[in-house]
């Protein structure tokens, strides 16, 4: 295979790379606009796309108004996708950030 070739393949599958994750709900106001604007906040900072999905829905996370409207309450299922060369840095402080500034009971 052709050098070049097969630098933009691994090129290509560095930049597509997808981790999902699914977690429960544990803040007693489910996540409500002050979680939302620090989720949308976090995230501006990457290039990768994260999607929440939830009650049928799947919105950007990157969007304030698009979390709000899951309607994610407490004990809800969200399936977290996140694609994109920095994939695993955001999923893993997204995840960080639902443990310890999202677990308010």
């Known amino acids: 295979m052709d050098k070049l070739l097969e630098d933009l393949i691994i090129r290509e599958w560095r930049m597509n790379k997808i ?5 429960l ?3 007693e106001m ?5 979680p939302a604007t620090a989720i ?3 995230l501006q ?3 990768s796309k994260v999607t929440f999905s939830c009650n049928s829905l799947t919105i950007d996370a990157k969007q304030v108004m698009d979390i709000l409207l899951l309607e994610a309450k407490k004990d809800t299922i ?8 920095d994939a695993e840095i955001v999923l893993k402080q997204l995840l960080d950030a639902f443990k310890n500034q999202f677990r308010r009971k």
């Open 40 to 42: 949308a906040k976090l």
């Open 45 to 47: 900072n990457f290039q």
């Open 30 to 34: 489910g996540l409500h606009a002050r």
């Open 25 to 27: 709900i544990e803040n």
């Open 78 to 85: 969200l399936d977290i996708k996140v694609e994109g060369l």
């Open 19 to 23: 981790l999902k994750h699914t977690l």
